[in-house]
């Protein structure tokens, strides 16, 4: 075989066989295919677009690329759940104590923040002493112990996929879904979970901008998982304006301890009872969703969803009397308000701001090797909907230096948009996709 000829078929709009995509991704992993030569598929790939069995095909290369987690010595089902990233997105911290506090075990492998998204390894990291550097007895002995693990991508998950997309990142090559669909699913099945739930958001603060781009990817992946023999479920959720009411590492900890004493905002909320209750079926503890939903409230309001919230932070190093006595978190020094310009109703927000100004703050990262200050962030104080005065609260900014925050005060004012008429806000989940 020789690149030149699969690159050749490819422009052509060919189908690659499963054996020259394996040959492919095998010898790019090796270091045989030069980047120049890969670089050229991948263009290729995004005028042509790759068929279904071709992305299954490429996703299980790049997934047998490097290790695959045995996860066999915990008991019972294991569900997976992702998140195609979004601006203030704490769901796993809320929902994770809650699925393990319903007899599911959750063994979970997630990474950091890249730009305006947040990662959840960051979040937990608030917690005095925290790790996610695990060994991989200990990763099962938590699950099986405490009901719920999470721990860094420390181990050699898809590395073609790492090859991959450092080339995609510099050829404009990043936004084409077999791509993008293969990347998500060649880790998550790498991860060795026994059924995967996948949040897929949409709107101004996501990847995918749009319901049918969203629907589109979804499909795909759900798509992948089944064909890999892994039952997978995408549930699309709105991402054009924040979800929750904070932005920021240690701000969302605490939001997600007052979810887990039955106080989260209603959006966040929606979105945690919609992917529990298809993690819940998925481990075959349900048969309804408005069963898992019963049953996942019931575990809020008597407070064992908060107590393994607590034994998991011990369990890997933190503090456990923080999840109990928030206000021991990390906290910023400066706050300032925005205020209102007008009149009137809010229209929308623009979360991709709202995203970058928590990275002024110093609350992101530009590069991997950024340092996060976890204690800044933004407080939204009215969502889309609700009606406003001229100099009314809209947010707080919380940040430890004042001309950053002067700078972010500005971009969250921008954010929203004030106008004349009430708009009714989008729906927080729109859709769920099965096989």
């Not at 112990?145 to 050699?156: D, E, K, L, P, S």
Request: proline content about 3%; hydrophobic content about 40%.
């Amino acid at each position: 075989m020789r690149m030149y000829d699969l690159i050749e078929k490819k422009k052509q709009g060919g189908h690659l066989s499963d054996s020259e995509i394996r040959w492919m991704i095998e010898g790019f992993t090796k270091g045989d295919i030069p980047d120049y030569q890969m670089s050229a598929m991948l263009m290729a790939i995004c005028f042509q677009g790759m068929n279904e069995r071709e992305t299954l095909t490429l996703t299980l290369a790049m997934r047998d690329s490097g290790d695959v987690l045995d996860l066999s010595g915990i008991h019972g089902v294991k569900v997976d759940k992702h998140s195609t990233g979004g601006v203030g997105d704490k769901t796993s911290l809320i929902l994770t104590p809650i699925i393990a506090a319903l007899g599911v075990p959750v063994a979970k492998m997630s990474g950091r923040g890249l730009g305006h998204t947040g990662g959840t390894i960051d979040k937990l990291e608030s917690f005095t002493g925290f790790t996610t550097s695990l060994s991989e007895a200990q990763f099962l002995d938590n699950v099986n112990r405490v009901g719920v693990a999470i721990a860094g991508q420390t181990a050699n998950l898809a590395p073609a996929d790492k090859k991959l997309y450092a080339l995609r990142d510099v050829t404009a090559t990043v936004a084409q879904p077999s791509l993008i669909a293969s990347s998500i699913m060649s880790k998550k099945l790498a991860s060795g979970a026994d059924a995967i739930v996948l949040d897929v958001k949409m709107g101004r603060g996501a990847f995918m901008q749009t319901l049918e781009e969203a629907k589109e990817l979804a499909s795909i992946m759900v798509n992948i998982g089944n064909g890999a023999g892994k039952p997978t479920t995408a549930v699309i959720t709105d991402m054009s304006q924040p979800l929750g009411n904070t932005v920021g590492n240690a701000m969302e900890v605490i939001e997600a301890i007052e979810a887990l004493q039955g106080h989260g905002p209603s959006d966040l909320m929606e979105v945690v009872f919609a992917l529990g209750s298809c993690m819940l079926q998925s481990a075959g503890r349900v048969h309804t969703r408005e069963e898992a939903q019963k049953m996942m409230r019931e575990v809020i309001s008597d407070g064992s969803a908060l107590r393994i919230f607590a034994d998991f932070v011990e369990a890997q190093g933190g503090n456990p009397t923080e999840v109990f006595h928030p206000e021991l978190l990390p906290a910023a020094g400066q706050k300032l308000e925005v205020l209102s310009p007008a009149d009137g109703y809010v229209d929308s927000i623009d979360a991709l701001a709202i995203g970058n100004a928590c990275m002024i703050l110093g609350g992101g990262r530009v590069t991997k090797d950024s340092v996060i200050d976890l204690s800044v962030g933004i407080r939204l104080l009215v969502k889309t909907g609700a009606a406003v005065d001229k100099g009314n609260s809209l947010a707080v900014i919380y940040g430890n230096d004042l001309d950053k925050c002067r700078q972010a005060q500005d971009i969250v004012q921008s954010a929203y948009h004030i106008g004349q008429r009430q708009v009714t806000p989008a729906p927080t989940v729109y859709q769920v996709i099965e096989a």
